[in-house]
């Protein structure tokens, strides 16, 4: 009994990590006023308000070859 007990809480605990458990996505964006830059906030907010496992982060840089 106590065995099938102590399964069904590490299988609950578990399934509750998986499911917190995100990706990072990096998005290499231009100048920080740019297209890129606000399609990426865009994405990131959206991303946010849908509670979806990918999360944004944003890399600006002034310099569009280095993104």
């Known amino acids: 009994m106590l065995y099938a007990l102590l399964t ?3 299988t ?6 998986l499911l917190k458990d995100s990706e990072t996505l990096t998005f290499a964006a231009g100048a ?5 830059a606000r399609f990426a906030a865009k994405l990131a907010s959206l991303l946010k308000s849908t509670k979806s496992r990918l ?3 944003i890399v600006a ?3 569009n070859a280095k993104a």
Request: proline residues 5%.
């Open 8 to 10: 069904v809480i590490a």
């Open 12 to 17: 609950i605990w578990g399934g509750r990590i």
């Open 32 to 36: 920080p006023d740019g297209h890129e």
């Open 55 to 57: 999360r944004l982060k």
């Open 61 to 63: 840089s002034s310099d």
